[in-house]
């Protein structure tokens, strides 16, 4: 049963990749729900199976069986191009890779969905969430013009845009040295706090996880652990 709380509810969600001999079980019958507003970090070993999690939980990835509910939406039903649409209107993507068109500069990499999704230009708009990310100066440059924690920034001003129901980030201070890491953990947590934004993060950083509200273990693509405002003590045995 799904709660006007619930952002997001997994059940049963297996995934197994190939066949025979090269079959790997990445995901095994995990149930989740993530509640809006929500600040999620998934942790554990590489390889557990974070990544497949974040996948199916935003269509970039199919289950092998179970449902995945997001937005009032079940993604197991869809096909891709509904699958495409769902992704650009309800979820925005940070990876560690900053992926910002390099010709592009600043506001056109943030007004990009926009566009994308069929929307009029909102300049207006565009330099309000840049504002917000202390982007202001920087309106004009061009990508490679601006620090590793810029960039990561734009990036996520450009998923902030579309007022995502979900925000996704792999790993988002994976490129960042601890100073900008820190900066941008602390924007998530700002859109988490004043935007009420709901934010799920996959990490290898403790630091990170320590940011969010409620942390996931993952391992051998089972849940072995969900806990909220973890201790220090605790994310130093898991992470
Ligand atoms: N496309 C694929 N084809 C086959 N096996 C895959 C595929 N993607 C992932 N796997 C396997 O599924 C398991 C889980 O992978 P996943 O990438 O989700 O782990 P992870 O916890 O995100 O790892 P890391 O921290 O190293 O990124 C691994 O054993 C991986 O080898």
Same mark, same amino acid.
């Given at each position: 049963m799904?709660?006007?709380?619930?952002?997001a509810?997994?059940?049963?969600?297996?995934?197994? !990749?190939? $066949?025979?001999?090269?079959?790997?079980?990445?995901?095994?019958?995990?149930?989740?729900?993530? @509640?809006?507003g929500e600040?999620?970090a998934?942790?554990?070993?590489?390889?557990?199976? @974070?990544?497949?999690?974040?996948?199916?939980?935003?269509?970039?990835d &199919?289950? &092998? &069986?179970?449902t995945?509910?997001?937005?009032?939406?079940?993604? /197991?039903?869809m096909?891709?191009a509904?699958?495409?649409? =769902?992704?650009?209107?309800?979820?925005? =993507?940070? =990876?560690?890779?900053?992926?910002?068109?390099?010709?592009l500069?600043?506001?056109?990499?943030?007004?990009?969905?926009?566009?994308?999704?069929?929307? @009029?230009?909102?300049w207006?708009?565009?330099?309000?969430v840049?504002?917000?990310?202390?982007?202001?100066?920087?309106?004009?440059?061009?990508?490679?013009?601006? &620090?590793g924690g810029?960039?990561q920034? #734009?990036?996520?001003?450009?998923a902030?845009?579309?007022?995502?129901?979900?925000?996704?980030?792999?790993?988002?201070?994976? /490129?960042?040295?601890?100073?900008?890491?820190?900066e941008?953990?602390?924007?998530?947590?700002?859109?988490v706090?004043?935007?009420?934004?709901?934010?799920?993060?996959?990490?290898?950083?403790? @630091?990170?996880?320590?940011?969010?509200d409620?942390?996931?273990?993952i391992?051998?693509?089972?849940?072995?652990n969900? #806990? !909220?405002?973890? $201790?220090?003590? =605790?994310?130093q045995?898991?992470?």
């Amino acid at each position: 049963m799904k709660t006007s709380e619930d952002l997001a509810v997994l059940t049963n969600v297996s995934k197994v !990749y190939g $066949e025979n001999n090269s079959r790997v079980i990445a995901l095994n019958n995990v149930s989740l729900r993530l @509640k809006k507003g929500e600040f999620t970090a998934i942790v554990g070993a590489s390889g557990s199976g @974070k990544s497949t999690l974040l996948h199916c939980l935003v269509g970039l990835d &199919s289950v &092998s &069986s179970g449902t995945v509910n997001v937005a009032d939406q079940a993604l /197991n039903l869809m096909n891709d191009a509904q699958l495409t649409k =769902f992704r650009l209107q309800q979820v925005g =993507f940070v =990876f560690q890779a900053f992926n910002l068109l390099p010709n592009l500069n600043v506001e056109e990499n943030i007004m990009l969905p926009l566009l994308l999704a069929g929307k @009029k230009q909102n300049w207006e708009k565009v330099r309000q969430v840049a504002a917000t990310l202390g982007l202001q100066t920087r309106l004009r440059h061009l990508p490679a013009e601006l &620090s590793g924690g810029q960039q990561q920034r #734009v990036a996520i001003a450009r998923a902030l845009i579309m007022q995502p129901a979900l925000l996704v980030c792999d790993e988002p201070t994976g /490129n960042l040295d601890s100073k900008s890491g820190q900066e941008v953990m602390t924007i998530l947590r700002q859109a988490v706090d004043e935007l009420q934004q709901t934010v799920v993060v996959v990490t290898h950083d403790r @630091k990170v996880a320590a940011t969010a509200d409620r942390v996931i273990v993952i391992s051998d693509g089972e849940i072995a652990n969900d #806990v !909220y405002r973890p $201790e220090m003590a =605790f994310l130093q045995e898991v992470i």
